[in-house]
């Protein structure tokens, strides 16, 4: 369900192993030094297809906040939006998002609707691979440019009245996850365990987060599961802070992904130079800060990094 050459990180930010060299000076000939200019190094390599349109289309589900939402003026707002915005300044090209229903981003990518996925979305074996969690094809594979890294957190009403702290104590009890996320296949590994416990767990999945959310402060569902960043914020801002709480630590951390086609090869590898310029440039570390996100920095864009 995640840079540059850099300020200090927190010793709890996770490093990526970068796959490719970060971009280096070159030098002019006649052994006179001309430093190039790395963002005009990017541009160049920027495939034909994009470069010639002038705009890099985004697949996106614009209802996650803070990492994707609508802001006051109705325009995507957030994490992705403000790295995605940030990242079209370094390759000159104008962002267009395609607001899209979450099951769809990927489907939707493979029929071309748009260049690439942007939208807290996970870098997973199962989704680099086409297949399910036993290896059953499931649809086309992509391939990602990780960004961020986001755990998984427990939300709960404010005060915890249930005692909920792990994954176990959901056992019994009612949980509500956005269909087709991580949290999703979260909570159906849960219910194999709570069966064979004794206690059945009721997963009841939802289209959106918000209405998953809705559930959890309604009393239908005793407990939510959401990317970190998504829990932390509904827990600070719903309600002036009086409706949700966090609960227990985070599990399953995975870094969140740009997604391509896997022919996209030549976008991919471009994506990720742009990524570790906006990181060098402290540019990234200024919008993780701006979200109150910085403890999911990653050091580098990598691709398919993820577990």
């Excluded at 709890?12 to 060299?21: K, S, Y």
């Excluded at 996970?122 to 086309?140: C, F, H, K, L, W």
């Excluded at 471009?270 to 800060?289: C, F, M, N, P, T």
Aim: glycine share 10%; aromatic share 4%; proline share 5%.
């Amino acid at each position: 369900m995640h840079q540059r050459a850099r300020t200090h990180r927190p010793a709890a930010a996770l490093a990526l192993t970068a796959t490719g060299a970060l971009l280096l000076s070159g030098c002019g000939g006649g052994g006179t030094a001309a430093a190039q200019d790395p963002v005009q190094e990017i541009r160049a390599k920027l495939p034909a297809a994009q470069r010639s349109a002038g705009v890099l289309r985004i697949g996106m589900d614009v209802d996650y906040p803070p990492v994707e939402f609508r802001g006051a003026d109705g325009k995507p707002d957030g994490l992705d939006p403000d790295i995605a915005a940030a990242v079209g300044r370094i390759l000159d090209l104008r962002i267009e998002y395609v607001d899209t229903p979450f099951e769809k981003l990927l489907p939707d990518l493979h029929k071309k609707q748009y260049d690439v996925v942007m939208s807290a979305l996970s870098d997973t074996r199962q989704r680099r691979e086409g297949v399910d969690e036993i290896g059953t094809p499931t649809g086309p594979a992509v391939d990602f440019v990780d960004y961020f890294i986001a755990g998984t957190s427990i939300v709960v009403p404010k005060g915890n009245p249930k005692g909920i702290r792990t994954l176990n104590d959901l056992c019994g009890r009612t949980v509500a996850v956005q269909a087709g996320t991580i949290q999703d296949e979260i909570a159906a590994r849960q219910t194999s365990a709570c069966t064979q416990a004794g206690k059945p767990l009721v997963v009841h999945r939802f289209d959106t987060d918000a209405k998953a959310l809705a559930e959890v402060a309604a009393g239908t569902a005793q407990a939510g599961l959401n990317d970190f960043p998504v829990a932390a914020h509904a827990a600070r801002n719903t309600d002036g802070g009086n409706r949700f709480e966090v609960t227990g630590s985070q599990s399953r951390s995975n870094p969140y992904g740009i997604a391509l086609r896997k022919e996209d090869t030549a976008l991919r590898d471009v994506l990720a130079k742009a990524i570790d310029q906006l990181i060098r440039s402290g540019e990234y570390d200024r919008i993780l800060a701006k979200w109150n996100v910085t403890a999911g920095a990653a050091q580098n864009a990598v691709v398919n990094g993820g577990s």
